[in-house]
């Protein structure tokens, strides 16, 4: 019973912090959570030096690009030096969803990033559904949205 009550305070504190966010790509392209509605949007928070954001690249690259999912992936660099670099980097990982050049200020419209890779998923009528500190797979994504649990 106090396991729940405690799942449910966190679940009720985390809700007050999902936000609506506008976000803007290196390629000057606004993304906002209003545009997508409808469809799952993945926020993916990572760095070009952190070895599980790189691993997970594949599997959300997989992900944007597979219409069935009605999925979109926004990809949010952080700590970088360079956004030339990180752009460069992104084109040699044959990323093909958004990457945006971010920052502390910008990460807070979409909620804490309290360690690499650290990842929001909305549903479709824009509210966060799940959160992940560390690296995910494609599998546990799809799983999730397609509500296979």
Known sequence: ???????????ALFGLSAQAFTLVDSKGKTHSLAQYKGKWVL???????????????PDLVALHEN????????????????GKMVKEFSDQMMVSYPIILGDQKMAAQV??????????????QGKVVAYNVGALTRAAVEKYIHGKK
Do not use: H, Q, S
């Not at 019973?1 to 305070?9: D, E, P, Y």
């Not at 009605?70 to 952080?78: K, P």
């Open 43 to 57: 926020v993916n928070f990572w760095a070009t030096w952190c070895p599980p954001c790189l691993e997970e690249i």
């Open 1 to 11: 019973m106090m396991k729940r009550f405690v799942l449910f305070i966190f679940i």
């Open 111 to 124: 909620g804490a990033i309290p360690g690499l890779p650290t990842t929001y998923l909305y549903n479709p």
């Open 67 to 82: 219409k069935k999912n009605n999925l979109v992936v926004l990809g949010v660099a952080m700590d970088y030096r360079d």
